[in-house]
């Protein structure tokens, strides 16, 4: 069995509103997203890494478990029906 190691870089969005004949369809470029989250996680680096001693969390085993979650995203498929209102997302 092979693990996937990167988080999900695309998503689909596909909307469809009640009274509306066909959907909107969007692709929605996550890797801008993971772009953003890692400048931020740089900058919290040497704070979370002052938190993980204080509370004697392994620090690699936890980084591991936090890309595991990440990278187990990619084929979410949610899909949510209220009367004619329709919404899809899947995450490639």
Request: hydrophobic share 65%.
């Amino acid at each position: 069995m092979k693990t996937a190691v990167l988080p999900p870089l695309f998503a689909t969005l596909h909307l469809r509103p009640a009274g509306w004949r066909f959907g909107l369809r969007l692709w929605l470029p996550l890797f801008l997203l993971w772009l953003l989250l890692l400048t931020v996680l740089i900058l919290a680096l040497p704070l979370l890494l002052v938190a993980c001693l204080i509370f004697g969390v392994d620090v690699w085993r936890s980084a591991r478990a936090v890309n595991a979650i990440l990278a187990a995203l990619s084929g979410t498929h949610v899909e949510v029906a209220h009367g004619d209102t329709h919404v899809l997302i899947h995450v490639h």
